[in-house]
């Protein structure tokens, strides 16, 4: 078993989760500015890891801590215990107690008298120099959070009708109602995306600002540190910009600074390096105002990014042939741009879960007048299909042997096709009537959105445009896709989920909207049983590509329109119930395969080689554990 983990660049394995690891290209080949650059920026992405984990549960850090004080300890006298190592590994992997995809919170495989036990065991200096608190106190904080699973049951909660805010366990809103965070956000100009919602002790409803002297100042000063450092090695005088303005940013709190930022950081597109940072997805906010914080740090591969630049280059062909609306086309594409890239490190939100393409900044104000930037992140990519290889997933799920072998051809090239249309243009089509934003969706906003950009890719992907440019040999490219899109939606996605539950995360519930949506009408695909197992068998794509096209033009009427009455239809009809029967058979079959359906990474370690107090180089290992570098961060990273 460790020699295929490690064959296939698998770091380690518990419960649902494999961590991968992935590799740098080039990164030796780098002048040392450029190395010290990448240092600095990365020692900034790592920086705010505490921030991520405050953000996710009020509890979150208390309860991290306190396990690896514990752990420690044990390891220290040469005890294991595996019920604390696995609930260890989970949370260190969510960022928090409630599991990164589903939402729900982690049972312990231990008791409140074990953990109790083992505090006992733990020397108090010890524990009071860890934590910053006693034993007595930190139980008393915690117990409830870990042991009670009818409280803070859900970290995001989006199911309708009920107050959002109360029944979600994210530390954004403190003592308020859904209600009252709306009234709030009613008028404009207020810090909707980097600030906390609390009711002070007059009763009144106000905002506390994440920024430097501000909430969470500590982590931000030390992110700041290291951004300043960046600043003196910087490639070109438009990154200095870039950073200057991220800089006052972090010190003002104020959204005209981070609005500013993303204006200077699109036009910056000349240096092979480039970051992400800051309070930027909404995810995680049950009504789509609070941005998470999240890092990562690349390195562009211009010759990979040739092809995509043909992409961009033709955004304007794009937006003109889609079929939406015309009124909700734009006039003008703005500063499309997009870039393969290689991670050099990922922080906050971007880890250890990471996502494989970004567009940003999200503001559609800022896309339509100023563009945007995407990524596609192409050492993740690899990893996942390192890791991927012979885990029996496609030849259990798949219909054919000739969905089989088209998967096997052109699965990889799909993959990306599929990746860059969605950060590239999808994210960066249409456009809003006046007066209207995303924020008017509410909760059900993440879900319309990443919906609009995964069908402007599966649309185009099958346009002749494709081949004209040179980009895929042949339509059997986007068929294949089509295959494996349906297969995951209607399918594979559900070994995620228990038995029982619904489906909450927006990405999870894009997929089963437009499957179920286009499953729903299509003449040519049908949802079929052989063996007591189901498969998704097409026999017309065309008809798919035409029902794709149909379905982007009602989203984006949705989007454009803000309706939120069709929205919530949309989303709660096809995107959140499951079929229990279904359910059951692919987590069984799933399950047969000994597969995690869940991957995230671990990062490359930089070692700075100094002579006399001067950097001289900086090299890159590849050699760290997942428990040895989760108990680094929290060392070395401890801000909160």
């Known amino acids: 078993m460790e020699d295929k983990m490690q064959q296939n660049n698998i770091v380690d394995r518990f419960a649902d989760i494999r961590i991968l690891r992935y590799e740098i290209p080039c990164f030796e080949q780098l002048s040392l500015q450029r190395k010290k650059f990448l240092y600095y920026l990365s020692e900034a992405a790592l920086c705010g890891r505490d921030i991520l984990w405050a953000q996710n549960g009020e509890s979150n850090l208390l309860i991290r801590k306190t396990m690896e004080v514990v752990y420690l300890d044990k390891q220290a006298k040469g005890e294991a215990d595996e019920r604390l190592t696995l609930y260890l590994k989970c949370i260190w992997f969510a960022n928090g107690i409630h599991h990164h995809y589903s939402n729900d919170k982690f049972e312990p495989g231990f008791s409140k008298v074990d953990l109790q036990q083992w505090l006992k065991d733990v020397p108090k200096e010890r524990f009071e120099a860890y ?126 600074d981070f609005d500013e930022y993303n204006k200077l950081w699109v036009a910056e597109k000349s240096s092979p390096i480039d ?182 890719a599966l649309y185009f992907m099958a346009d002749e445009k494709m081949e004209e440019l040179g980009i895929v040999p042949s339509k059997d490219v986007a068929w294949t896709h089509y295959d494996a899109y349906l297969r995951n939606g209607l399918l594979v996605q559900l070994a995620r989920i228990a038995e029982g539950k619904n489906i909450e995360e927006s990405h999870m519930r894009n997929r089963q909207l437009v499957c179920k949506w286009v499953l729903e009408r299509a003449q040519g695909t049908k949802l079929v049983e052989r063996n007591g197992k189901h498969y998704v068998e097409t026999t017309d794509y065309d008809e798919l590509r035409r029902l794709f096209g149909e379905l982007l033009k009602e989203v984006q009427r949705i989007k454009s329109e803000g309706d939120l009455a069709s929205a919530r239809e949309l989303v709660e009809n096809y995107g959140v119930q499951t079929d229990p ?45 997942y428990v040895e570098q989760m108990l680094r961060y929290s060392e070395q990273y401890n801000t909160l």
Not at 165 to 184: D, G, P
Not at 355 to 376: M, T
Not at 585 to 602: D, I, K, T
């Open 131 to 256: 934590t910053g608190m006693s034993v007595a106190e930190a139980l008393r904080r915690i117990e409830r959070d870990i042991f009670d699973m009818s409280y803070r049951t859900k970290k995001v909660c989006l199911d309708d009708g009920i107050d959002l805010v109360k029944s979600s366990s994210v530390n954004f809103y403190e003592n308020v109602t859904q209600e009252e965070v709306e009234k709030l956000y009613s008028a404009d100009g207020r810090n909707a995306l980097n600030s906390k919602v609390v009711k002070n002790a007059n009763g009144e409803v106000e905002e506390t600002v994440w920024k430097k002297g501000g909430m969470y100042s500590a982590a931000i000063e030390r992110v700041c540190h290291w951004l300043e450092k960046a600043l003196e090695v910087a490639d070109n005088d438009q990154q200095r910009k870039v950073i200057e303005k991220l800089l006052k940013y972090y010190e003002t709190g104020e959204l005209t």
């Open 275 to 456: 970051f992400i940072n800051g309070f930027i997805e909404v995810y995680s906010d049950p009504l789509g105002l609070k941005g998470t914080w999240e890092s990562i740090v690349e390195l562009v591969d211009f010759e990979a990014s040739e092809r995509i630049k043909l992409i961009s280059d033709n955004a304007q062909w794009f937006e003109d042939h889609s079929p939406i609306d015309e009124k909700f086309r734009k006039e003008q594409v703005t500063g499309v741009s997009m870039n393969v890239v290689n991670a050099v490190m990922l922080g906050g939100d971007c880890y250890p879960a990471t996502p494989i393409g970004v567009n940003l900044p999200n503001a559609d104000w800022i896309r339509e007048e100023y563009g945007s930037k995407s990524i596609s992140l192409s050492n993740i990519t690899h990893a996942y299909h390192e890791a991927a290889k012979g885990s029996g997933v496609l030849t259990e799920f798949a219909a054919s042997e000739r969905e089989v072998a088209l998967q096997e051809k052109y699965g990889a090239l799909s993959d990306d096709l599929h990746t860059q249309l969605h950060e590239c243009l999808g994210h960066g089509s249409g456009r809003m009537k006046p007066g209207v934003t995303l924020d008017d969706l509410k909760a059900y906003g993440s879900t319309i959105e990443e919906a609009r950009a995964d069908l402007f």
């Open 581 to 625: 029967i279904i359910h059951k058979e692919v987590r069984q079959r799933y399950s047969s395969l000994n597969v995690a359906p869940f991957s995230g990474f671990v990062n490359p370690k930089m070692t700075t080689i100094a002579d006399g107090g001067e950097i001289t180089d900086i090299k890159v290992e590849y050699t760290e554990s």
